[in-house]
């Protein structure tokens, strides 16, 4: 099958190359991926930046969400069958979406929701359970609170925005101007131009922010967070108690403490917390968001569409930082992707 590889860290392009179809466990199932799409996260394990949390084996395939069709199932799965169209983001130590194939464990995907086709729902997994987990399951996000998630026209912020909303928030965004009606329609109540303001010298008393943009950001955050607020952050640096949580050796937990030491006294000043997240698969959570995603309540945006052997002029585009919503790849296409609605 083709798959779009790297063959050490540091590469800075993928290689399409012929490689065997995986083989599926017990637990697994084959997808014929039709669908994949772009996450920052890519050029990250490219660069080698997610080393200290996770190592691969090289040559490694690319890609970490998709949509497809299940051609195979693994000696002990009932909940699928073969013909089923799933989604889902794969897991972190079995990567590879940017291929004809992936083998995954069942628990990792869901049903495709029926009203999406397979493009449209390839760019959901990653950002959608990032936000949900980020959300519902650390903030646990109230209704009337005020949320500040920055960067409201990224994959992240045009899913978090609607979940957020989702759950009654009041919700405060940065962007550029040109997408200010794209942010306000998936339903930001204060908009700011990141390019004019600083978003800390004009906001005050937050309940949460989810941070998606790390550095000077992260610190800020906590100028505009209240006391018992929460900072979330997907971009800045895992603290110590992350460390623990995701069982990183002792040694590494107190190198984590050591670089978080900033934001560790941000967080005793300002009576705020502060977590890091790293996203992690889940079909439960996937079938949560297809009701929403049924109903309307979430829709995904989507930047522009391109053609597996575009791998890298896709990447190069993430590469840029300003992509509005999600890029996706198409692996296959089929006449299953038209009939899909
Ligand atoms: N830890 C995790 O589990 C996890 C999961 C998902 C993502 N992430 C991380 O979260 C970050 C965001 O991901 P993403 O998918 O949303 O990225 P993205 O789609 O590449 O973000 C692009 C968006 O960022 C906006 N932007 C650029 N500079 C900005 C600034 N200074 N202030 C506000 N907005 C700005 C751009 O708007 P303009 O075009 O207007 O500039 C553009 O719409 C990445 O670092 C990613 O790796 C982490």
Known sequence: MKAAQINHYKQTTLTLTDTPVPVVGAHDVLVKIMAASINPLDLKIMAGGIRPLLKYHMPLTLGNDFAGVITEVGAQVTAFKVGDAVYGRAPKDRIGTFAE??????????????????????????????????????????PGQKVFIP???????????????HFGAFVTTTTSPQHFDLVRSLGADK???????????????????????????????????????????????????????????????????????????????????????????????????????????????????????????ALQYSHSGHATGKIVIEVATTSADQNAH
């Open 101 to 142: 194939f992936i083998a995954i464990d069942h628990t990792a995907i869901a049903f495709k929701p029926q009203n999406l086709t397979f493009t449209e729902a390839a760019a959901i997994p990653l950002v959608g359970l990032t936000s949900y987990q980020a959300l519902h399951d650390i903030m646990q996000l109230q």
């Open 151 to 165: 960067g409201g026209s990224g994959g992240i912020g045009s899913l978090a925005i609607q979940l957020a909303k």
């Open 191 to 313: 908009i700011i131009d990141y390019h004019q303001q600083n978003f800390a010298d004009v906001l005050t008393d937050y309940d949460a922010v989810l941070d998606t943009r790390g550095g000077q950001d992260l610190q800020a955050a906590f100028k505009i967070i209240k006391p018992g607020g929460h900072v979330v952050s997907i971009a800045g640096l895992p603290n110590a108690r992350f460390g623990k949580s995701y069982g990183v050796p002792v040694w590494k937990q107190w190198l984590f403490a050591l670089a978080t030491r900033p934001l560790s006294r941000l967080e005793k000043q300002t009576h705020a917390t502060y977590d890091f997240l790293f996203m992690h698969p889940s079909g439960q959570q996937l079938t949560i968001l297809n009701e929403l995603l049924a109903q309307g309540t979430l829709r995904p945006i989507i930047d522009r569409v391109m053609p597996l052997d575009q791998i890298n002029d």
